[in-house]
């Protein structure tokens, strides 16, 4: 089984920082895109960050410039800096990532469970 497991999330005040991690474990062969997606309240999900495990990283433009996504492949982790947050940030932010499980053939994508920001005014 795998599994994703968020943390980071918080309160901040407008132009405030943080810092979300996500970690996937369990029985992992591989794992290529780490994306983070986030749901306002009464909104859909929207991607807001993108990486694949050859490097490449990709933003929405809403963050672009803010945010920055990377990742520890060794340790099959993901990161969001978010800086200069602004209250539209406010959401639950949700992990995803694409993983190969040891002994299977196909790639499967995963959800962690989320983890709440809100950028007060």
């Known amino acids: 089984q795998v599994q994703l497991v968020e943390s980071g999330g918080g309160l901040v005040q407008a132009g405030g920082s943080l810092r979300l991690s996500c970690a996937a474990s369990?029985?992992?062969?591989?794992?290529?895109?780490m994306d983070w997606y986030r749901q306002a309240p009464g909104k859909q999900r929207e991607m807001v960050a993108g990486s694949t495990d050859g490097g490449s990283t990709w933003y929405a433009d809403s963050v672009k410039g803010r945010f920055t996504i990377s990742r520890d492949n060794a340790k099959n982790t993901v990161y969001l800096q978010m800086n200069n947050l602004n209250p539209e940030d406010t959401g639950v932010y949700y992990c995803?990532?694409?993983?190969?499980?040891?002994?299977?053939?196909?790639?499967?994508?995963?959800w962690g469970q989320g983890t709440q920001v809100t950028v007060s005014s």
């Open positions: 369990g029985s992992i062969f591989s794992i290529s895109a």
């Open positions: 995803n990532a694409n993983i190969l499980q040891s002994g299977e053939h196909y790639y499967e994508f995963y």
